[in-house]
């Protein structure tokens, strides 16, 4: 078992308050998250070393689940155990939810005060910037050498044409596999002695079997959609822009929830946020759920936000414990690479599709390259873009 600096209960106060504010200042996905943990809980108040937050990352890349949620629970964890764990996942991901949540009611609002929706129009194409930008720092990173390479492509052209919600999870499995058998390293499941915490992992599968179960039948609104976004949850690995395309493809283009469009807003609107990108899972299960009350609406996003976070905090509970003896089993690492090189060709593609779906517009495309051109430039923030773009649809 790892042990942990654990922080007397009288100062998590201050220990939280570091965490709201990283979560005021985590703008724009798991890396720029990760350059605020550093600052704020490396450099300033020392919890952890730089080393130590560069192996938590590594353990939260390789599980399935929001990365840098998982990173700062881990935190939590080693700060002060599970219960301080917990409510740093609270202090760091509920003030997004609640944003998300309320945005999710942005279209009733706009019509029933007879504003057009017009002004929200070239949020998608922004969107589709934002993926674009994600996609090629991603795949820079993944891509090491040929077999990763090959990998990408494979990733991007089997969920190019095959949009079914079981082949995201086929092919991230697939790319783990590939890379495990094609190394040349020997020793790959080097032998190590684990005393695992199996509660939080029954958990984890009481959770996965039990929701299945209860969605096969009950025809249930709300049920469908917490074994939808559970299923997100643990299915996805490497964070938001990851999850994004799996969730185009089952809320949009299977069950025909929300429009593209719709989808579109909500991811754009997510980048001028600070927080965790899952929280975008508050404003899907909220738009899933419009057709009934607006109770029944906030139901849908908490079931879209609670589904979506529990698999991975479940799991953090479960892993963290053992890493120090994980991080030794190289067959682990090897399997990571396929993983992120597959998840690094779904972005690429989704870019792809995303742009065929907001349309060709010349005006379309214009915002997606000033997008894409302000975002590269790393000067203006995420929030700013998102604020000028929203400007531009309503003069226009």
């Known amino acids: 078992m790892l042990e942990h600096s654990t922080l007397p209960v009288r100062e998590w106060k ?15 996905g798991p890396e720029a998250h990760y350059s605020v943990f550093t600052d704020q809980l490396v450099t300033k108040k020392h919890y952890l070393s730089e080393e130590e937050l560069v192996e938590l990352i590594a353990l939260c890349s390789f599980l399935p689940g929001p990365s840098s949620t998982q990173t700062i629970v881990a935190i ?16 760091w991901a509920l003030p997004a939810l609640v944003i998300m949540t309320i945005l999710s009611f942005l279209y009733q609002f706009l019509n029933n005060q007879e504003i057009s929706t017009d002004i929200l129009r070239y949020i998608g194409p922004m969107a589709v910037g934002f993926i674009i930008v994600a996609s090629y720092r991603i795949g820079k990173k993944v891509v090491k050498d040929p077999l990763t390479l090959f990998l990408l492509f494979f990733g ?5 044409f095959i949009r079914d919600p079981w082949v995201f999870p086929t092919v991230l499995i697939a790319g783990g596999l590939i890379s495990i058998l094609s190394t040349k390293e020997k020793d790959l499941w080097n032998h190590v002695k684990l005393n695992p915490p ?41 964070g938001g822009q990851v999850v994004i395309p799996v969730m185009y493809g089952e809320l949009v283009e299977v069950n025909q929830l929300m429009s593209s469009n719709e989808f579109l807003t909500g991811y754009g609107l997510v980048q001028g946020i600070p927080g965790p990108m899952f929280s975008f899972s508050a404003y899907a299960g909220g738009m ?36 120090e003896k994980i991080k030794h089993i190289k ?30 517009s010349w005006d379309n495309l214009l ?30």
């Not at 201050?14 to 724009?28: P, R």
């Not at 939590?76 to 202090?91: E, Q, R, S, V, Y």
């Not at 991007?156 to 190019?160: E, R």
Request: aromatic residues 16%; glycine residues 12%; proline residues 3%.
């Open 331 to 360: 067959g682990f690492k090897i399997a990571l690479r396929g993983v992120a090189a597959v998840a690094g060709g779904l972005i690429a593609i989704a870019a792809v599709l995303l742009t065929q779906q907001s349309g060709l």
């Open 14 to 28: 201050s220990f939280l308050l570091d965490i709201f504010i990283c979560s005021l200042g985590a703008f724009g």
């Open 288 to 323: 899933a759920a419009r057709s009934g009350s607006a109770l029944y609406q906030t139901i849908g996003a908490i079931a879209g936000g609670i589904g979506i976070f529990l698999p991975g905090l479940l799991l953090i509970y479960f892993v963290y414990p053992m890493w």
């Open 156 to 160: 991007a052209g089997i969920t190019y």
């Open 198 to 238: 199996y509660p939080y992992l029954g958990l984890f599968l009481f959770f996965t079997f039990g929701s299945l179960l209860l969605a096969i039948l009950f025809d249930n609104e709300l049920i469908q959609l917490f074994e939808h976004f559970y299923r997100y949850g643990y299915l996805v690995f490497g």
């Open 76 to 91: 939590g964890h080693k700060t002060g155990g599970p219960w301080l764990a917990f409510l740093t996942m609270l202090i």
């Open 367 to 396: 915002i997606t390259a000033v997008t894409v051109l302000l975002l590269s430039s790393r000067k203006i923030p995420a929030p700013i873009i998102v604020l000028i773009i929203i400007l531009i649809g309503w003069l226009l």
